[in-house]
């Protein structure tokens, strides 16, 4: 459910389509994609906009239930994985719900991705640098 002012057409448009339970992806710009969802690339460079600009971003019109990550971003990409995990803490805060947070393992994470209603590509060029959200009500 949108909650607030988006100025990318598709991504808004998106957002206010979610209904309960539906997901989106966002990843870096090596994320496969598979041929189901549909695909915004917002990727321009090398970094540009960052993973975490479109996460803030989109987390600020969609309400968030649920999270999946891969496991490896612990690992492999840590300071990252600190942000997204400060981020969610405070989107808790903000919507006044818990975000159940969820790792699997890279290879089940493209897979769920197929079960997404779009995925969003940013420019991020940093290892694992990827999320599932499902969509909340604000009720």
């Known amino acids: 459910m949108k909650k607030g ?5 598709a991504i808004s448009s998106l957002v206010s389509r979610l209904g309960h339970t539906d997901t989106l992806t966002i990843g870096d710009a090596g994320l496969p994609i598979p ?3 549909e695909r915004i690339d917002l990727a321009l460079t090398n970094g540009i906009p960052g993973f975490m600009q479109v996460v803030k971003t989109v987390t600020e019109e969609m309400q968030v239930e649920s999270a999946i990550i891969a496991e ?3 690992s492999h ?5 600190d942000e997204l995990s400060a981020l969610l803490d405070l989107l808790q805060q903000r919507q006044g719900n818990t975000i159940s ?3 699997v ?3 089940q994470f493209k897979q ?7 995925v969003i590509r940013s420019g991020e060029c940093s290892p694992y640098a990827n999320i599932i959200l499902s969509a909340g009500v604000t009720f």
């Open 5 to 9: 002012a988006l100025l990318n057409s």
């Open 77 to 81: 990409n840590p300071q990252l994985h």
């Open 112 to 118: 769920l991705t197929q079960h997404s209603q779009a």
């Open 105 to 107: 393992t890279h290879q």
């Open 101 to 103: 947070v969820q790792y």
């Open 35 to 37: 041929a189901g969802p």
């Open 72 to 74: 490896e971003i612990k």
